[in-house]
């Protein structure tokens, strides 16, 4: 568990990429209103440092937190004292009887377990559904091909107070691989400290991704946008709403 987001990359995308999560948590709790869903559990799957909890929370909901990152989940629990965390694999999680389940920022498409594929994905989505109540709702995101053109590597760097993360990015278009190498530099003390980390994603279509949702029984939208917030390039967002 303590391979992905480590401390360092942890604290850098806690304190730097924030506005994902930020911008996207007011337009899933429109969502949940508009589904009838006012209170009741929320399970954030790939909660990450628990800034959609803390929003959620603030909205009245219970939120259970469930991150592969030990590090993030300390971040979390910190951040929203009267939330629950766990420090677990999604894929393997239990999932609790809950009112919606959400993930934010293509949590699916990671490939941190070593035998993470397509069928998991469809067993995840089948235990979501059984725990949800009637008229519950899965909302999550996804990646999708195209994030880089084949054959191109992408550098690319960010910086803060305290911190430098360089990002290099390319994509296997017939495996639908997207691999970041992610090296990170944060002070410590009068120096800086160096770690890197890479990252694999499965790439999915989003037409692919709504067929498996619909044959489980979910009734299923893709849309680009998180209300008012617009999803980067090559993403789609999926509700997928149990019957009543």
Known sequence: MKEWYKDDLAYIHDVGYSNYALKSTPGIIEILNQSGIQDGLVVDLGCGSGISAQELTKANYRILGIDISESMIAI????????????ESFFKAEILPCHAVISISECFNYLFD?????????????????????????????????????????????????????????EEQKQGILTRRIITFRKVGEYYRRDHEVHYQQLYEATDIAQKLRKIGFQVEIVRSYGEYNLPKAHAAFIARKSV
């Open 76 to 87: 979390a629990r910190k951040r929203v004292a009267n939330a629950e965390f766990r420090v």
């Open 114 to 170: 070593s035998d993470t594929s397509g069928e998991m994905l469809v067993d995840l989505f089948e235990r979501i559904y059984k725990a949800l109540v009637s008229g519950g709702v899965l909302i999550f995101d996804i990646a999708e091909p195209g994030q880089i053109a084949q054959g191109i590597t992408t550098k690319g760097f960010n910086e803060g107070d305290d911190w430098i993360v360089l990002v290099e990015k390319n």
